[in-house]
């Protein structure tokens, strides 16, 4: 069975400052890992994806997230954050026989100006 | 292209009362999904089907059919709906699985009172 923890259901940060976002998953096969964005009132919009080779995935808007098997983590990762980026993001893990993703519970985050 | 659309977009019903959500995609799309997004919970499959004329079960289809009669169409239907069916609904498709990218639609707000 796969799953998916993300750390922190609430984040805020200042706008200019680092963006990090906690996922952490559980896989007994190769995981195919996501990023997925959900901006107010909207449905979800995909970041970035991993599924083999490059562990260090670069993404839409300036985020990217490395891949690390020893520690069974897929965080998310932006310089310097923007107004724009406050929005709710979600991990997702895929892979084996199944055809179907499984979820985070998300992460809401909030930029201070 | 107008990628996923969901109808409707609001609905209020009776306990009881049954309905059906329609989702399109225009992307000739093989495979499809039914999530619900409860807040703290993220989002939760319902149903899917990877291609026309087939469904399968996601982790939460208690309470919910579906059909996929067309290829561009999958349909979701309570037959009976109760309060805990309150949610947002959300259609998505993919051209492959876990593997490839999920488009989402806007979300379908489903209120049972």
């Known amino acids: 069975a796969q799953s998916v923890t993300q750390l922190g259901s609430h984040v805020s940060v200042s706008e200019g400052a680092l963006v990090l976002l906690r996922c952490n998953y559980s896989s007994s096969v190769p995981p195919y890992l996501f990023w997925y964005v959900q901006y107010p009132n909207q449905g979800l919009q995909l970041l970035l994806k991993?599924?083999?080779?490059?562990?260090l995935v670069k993404g839409i808007n300036g985020f990217e997230a490395e891949f690390k098997k020893s520690e069974t983590s897929f965080h998310l990762t932006k310089p310097s954050a923007h107004m724009s980026d406050a929005a709710e993001y979600f991990c997702?893990?895929?892979?084996?026989?199944?055809?179907?993703?499984?979820f985070g519970t998300g992460t809401l985050l909030a930029v201070q100006p | 292209n107008a990628g996923v659309t969901q109808t409707p977009k609001f609905r209020v019903l009776k306990t009881g009362q049954s309905m059906t959500l329609l989702c399109a995609q225009d992307m000739n799309h093989e495979y499809m999904y039914w999530y619900r997004q409860d807040p703290g919970m993220g989002l939760r499959l319902i149903h899917y089907s990877v291609g026309e004329g087939t469904t399968a079960k996601g982790e939460v289809p208690d309470g919910y059919n579906v059909s996929r009669l067309k290829k561009q169409n999958f349909l979701l239907g309570l037959e009976s709906a109760a309060p805990s069916q309150t949610s947002v609904y959300f259609c998505a498709s993919s051209s492959g699985g876990y593997i490839a990218e999920q488009f989402f639609g806007p979300g379908t707000r489903l209120t049972v009172l």
């Open positions: 991993y599924t083999t080779g490059a562990t």
């Open positions: 997702a893990v895929g892979g084996g026989a199944t055809n179907k993703l499984i």
